[in-house]
Every structure is written in C-alpha cells, then in structure tokens.
C-alpha cells in the first residue's frame, strides 16, 4: 500500500497552539508525518540566538503531539540533504515562502525528486517570538522590568 510521507520542519520552541494547529494540518494532508524538529545550533546560524527550550526537550514535546508519528532531529541546513535520510513526499512551510527566490529554489530542488511542496497560510496566533519577548520583559533588570513588573505597587502608610 502506498502512502504519503510528510514532512513539518520547525525549531518548535516555546510550543505553542500556533505550532499544534500546524502540525495537526499537516497530518491531514498526508498518511505518516514527520516533525523536522531543528536542532539548537542550526537554530542559532537561521535565527541568530538559541531557543529557549533545549533540543532534548522539544523533541519529546513533539514526540508526544498525536499527530506527529516520528521526529527527526534536523541537524543540515539543506532540506534535500534531510530528504535523502528522510524520504519524505510532501514538505510543508509556511506561506511567507511562496513567491521567494528561496521559496522557489526550494520548488526546483524538490520538483526534481518528485516532492510536493504544501504551502500552509500564516496563521495569527501566540507566537514564539511574542513569548521570547515577553520573557525578556520580565526578567530584564531595570524599573517597570523583572519579576514585579506589572504587580501593583504598595506605598508605606507615611507616603499616603
């Protein structure tokens, strides 16, 4: 029987309901997925920092998704390169993609091993950037910052 192999690759940090909806889409788009789950140095050379939640842990959260049948640690920046271990028939990214010079010498690359390329539309939700920010905000020094920004502030009886 044949069936169609898809692959999500994503740093999935931080997951999210963004990331969920994601993966859930995916699946229903393809007979076994696959979650890329990119690994913290190829992270930091795409994205310039490290995530938040080490590798080790965001695989097992992704593991654990039921809509996710395998992970894969991806650890090269060549999405062909992963295919040639993977062996996937469909790949799925994001919409901010399409029409892109890399968008499509990712098309040409993979139209030439016969593999479909599933363009999903970015949907607005929690994002890992939004929640990275949000961290930086309460635990940056400074006043209005930390761990009691937002908190309200009591006054000794002799400032009232």
Known sequence: MLHRVGYAPGVYDLFHVGH???LRHARSQCDYLVAGVVSDEMAELAKGRRPVVPLVERL??????RFVDAAFVETVPDKL??????????LFKGDDW?????????????????????????????????????????TSPGPGNGANAGAPQLSSPEAR
């Open 20 to 22: 969920l909806n994601i």
């Open 60 to 65: 097992e959260i992704v593991r654990s998704v």
């Open 81 to 90: 390169e992963t295919w040639h271990q993977v062996r996937f028939d469909v």
């Open 98 to 138: 399409r029409g892109t010079d890399k968008g499509r010498r990712l098309e040409e690359k993979f139209a030439a091993v016969g593999v479909e390329i599933v363009y999903f539309p970015y949907t607005v939700h929690t994002s890992s950037t939004q929640l990275r920010r949000a961290l930086d905000v309460l």
